[in-house]
């Protein structure tokens, strides 16, 4: 079965300053890593993915994550964080090659706050 | 604009009451997933189809049922509500290789 840990609940950061969500997982094989965004009483929004290749991602809005397969992490990294970061955010992993496997499980989310 | 399309936005039901959530995309996309969002969990999948004619169960599939009649609609029914099924429900559906494309939500309360 495959799992992700966010272990972090909360995450507060000045505005300017790099931010860091944390994201672990667990799967059978190779990992298909996402990360999604949401914002208040909106869908999730896809912000980067690693399959294969770089272990650095870059992705929208500036934020990329390092996938590091010794440690099975994949955090999601911004240089300078704004305000309008602030948001609650989701990791989520499937086996790839996925075959008919192609859902998705997610962690339980980290709420982001950049403050000015 | 393409997407997903999620109805009722939100909905307030008595317990017992039988309730269908709806789910339309217009991306043809083969897979199609429900989850459910609660504090602190996460989401959770419910069921999943990976094509059309096709479904499973996913991590808390009990009290939910789906069925996948065409490639665009997804329903998921309620069969008779209760108020653990309180939660924010979320529709989403990809392509072999891509991530997911997310509705934005039902809001249910069962009282």
């Known amino acids: 079965a495959q799992s992700v840990a966010q272990p972090e609940d909360q995450v507060n950061v000045a505005e300017g300053n790099p931010l860091t969500v944390k994201c672990t997982y667990s799967?059978?094989?190779?990992?298909?890593l996402f990360w999604y965004v949401q914002y208040p009483n909106r869908g999730l929004q896809f912000l980067l993915k690693?399959?294969?290749?770089?272990?650095l991602v870059k992705g929208s809005y500036g934020f990329e994550a390092e996938f590091n397969k010794s440690q099975t992490s994949f955090h999601l990294k911004k240089p300078s964080a704004l305000v309008s970061d602030s948001a609650l955010y989701f990791c989520?992993?499937?086996?790839?090659?996925?075959?008919?496997?192609?859902?998705?499980?997610f962690g339980s989310g980290t709420q982001l706050t950049v403050l000015p | 604009i393409a997407g997903i399309t999620q109805a009722p936005t939100s909905q307030i039901l008595a317990a017992g009451r039988r309730m269908t959530l709806r789910c339309t995309q217009d991306?043809?996309?083969?897979?199609m997933y429900w989850y459910r969002q609660d504090l602190g969990l996460g989401l959770r999948l419910i069921h999943y189809?990976?094509?059309?004619?096709?479904?499973g169960k996913g991590e808390v599939p009990d009290g939910y049922s789906v069925s996948r009649a065409n490639t665009d609609d997804f329903p998921l029914t309620l069969a008779s509500a209760v108020p653990s099924q309180t939660s924010v429900y979320f529709c989403?559906?990809?392509?072999?290789?891509?991530?997911?494309?997310f509705g934005s939500g039902t809001r249910l309360t069962v009282v």
């Open positions: 989403a559906s990809s392509e072999s290789g891509s991530g997911y494309t």
């Open positions: 799967v059978s094989g190779n990992p298909y």
């Open positions: 690693y399959i294969t290749g770089d272990n």
């Open positions: 989520a992993v499937r086996p790839f090659p996925s075959g008919s496997a192609r859902q998705l499980t």
């Open positions: 991306m043809r996309h083969n897979a």
């Open positions: 189809s990976n094509t059309a004619g096709t479904t």
